[in-house]
């Protein structure tokens, strides 16, 4: 990442701008975190400050939330994503586990 680039993980924005930015109420983001949909960082005194990356992440689940889906749905989803995610990273080092194999000659080809 150069220096330029945005910290997009960066938590640092208090509510009253995450409410501007979102066109949410400060009830939807709190309820919303206390769903656990979304973990905004505590600073000072347990203000919440929020990334540019937890903006994305609360338009998300208002879409999802205005679409009919309830916060058991989105939870649903985002277990599915992540077993899913889990499932391609353990493909992709068994892959690359085999090639190292097959790189140093003790894997047999006719196997993979």
Known sequence: MSERELKRDLAILPISVVRELTGLSDRQIRYY????????????????RYSLDDIDRL??????MDAGY?????H?????????????QDADLRQVFADELLRIGRF???LH
């Open 59 to 64: 338009i998300e689940i208002a879409d999802f």
């Open 76 to 88: 649903e989803m985002d277990a599915k994503c992540e077993r899913q995610a889990l499932q391609k």
């Open 108 to 110: 047999d080809n006719q």
């Open 33 to 48: 975190d206390q769903q656990n949909l979304v973990n905004p960082e505590r600073g000072n005194g347990k203000q919440r």
């Open 70 to 74: 309830s916060v058991t749905d989105i």
